[in-house]
């Protein structure tokens, strides 16, 4: 029998490629308030991946952020409480340097009190590149949206649904340098602080990792 699955952030780029591979309910912020008002329903498996993105506005908007991220995250755990729950969290929320990256801590740490849990942390840019720069020394795990997306299908379909755990979802180390230039080749290199610097914050991390 197939399962069920409700995926939150439904009309986002992630599950505009991930509807290509994965049969579920699709859900998105205009179909349904999951901050304060989780609709209930009859599903075998939680795909959550709604979230508040936009790193540079957390930091003017912090509580609508956290809003999102963290007690959003909660209503979803705590309406769903019996049924397993993949998380879509960020690389940045490993020692997280703002807001946005601490509100997707925040939501890692909820999430964990469902014992059925699994925490995918991962980074994903359009396919192709849209940017003239890419950090050179900025070390990720993720690649183009396209191909996190039937990554995260596979996972999602062979995941056994029983414990907790948090992973990696991407196809090995690199620089986000690298990764720009397999679809975008005329990309330059630039640095994590030459974006600090230009917004006047600290935001952006070097690495994912020790």
Request: charged share 25%; aromatic share 12%.
């Amino acid at each position: 029998m197939q399962s069920k699955i409700l995926v939150t952030g439904g009309t986002g780029r992630l599950a505009f490629e991930l509807k290509k591979h994965l049969e579920a309910h699709y859900v998105g912020i205009e179909d349904f308030d999951f901050i304060y008002n989780v609709p209930k329903g009859d599903y075998d498996l939680i795909v959550h991946m709604g979230a508040w993105t936009d790193v540079k506005k957390a930091e003017y908007e912090s509580r609508k952020c956290m809003e999102t991220n963290v007690v959003g995250t909660f209503n979803v755990v705590q309406t769903y409480k019996n049924v397993p729950i993949v998380y879509i969290s960020t690389e940045w929320a490993y020692k997280p340097l703002g807001v946005y990256a601490l509100s997707k801590q925040l939501g890692e740490e909820i999430v964990k009190t469902n014992p059925n849990h699994l925490i995918l942390r991962t980074l994903f840019k359009p396919n192709p590149f849209p940017f003239e720069y890419a950090y050179d020394n900025q070390w990720t795990q993720g690649d183009s949206v396209d191909i996190v997306a039937e990554i995260l299908a596979g996972i999602i379909k062979t995941w056994d649904r029983i414990g907790g755990k948090t992973e990696f979802l991407g196809t090995g180390r690199k620089t986000v340098f690298e990764l720009a230039k397999k679809t975008r080749p005329d990309v330059k290199p630039n640095k994590v602080e030459d974006y600090n610097k230009a917004i006047g914050m600290n935001l952006a991390p070097h690495d994912y990792k020790d």
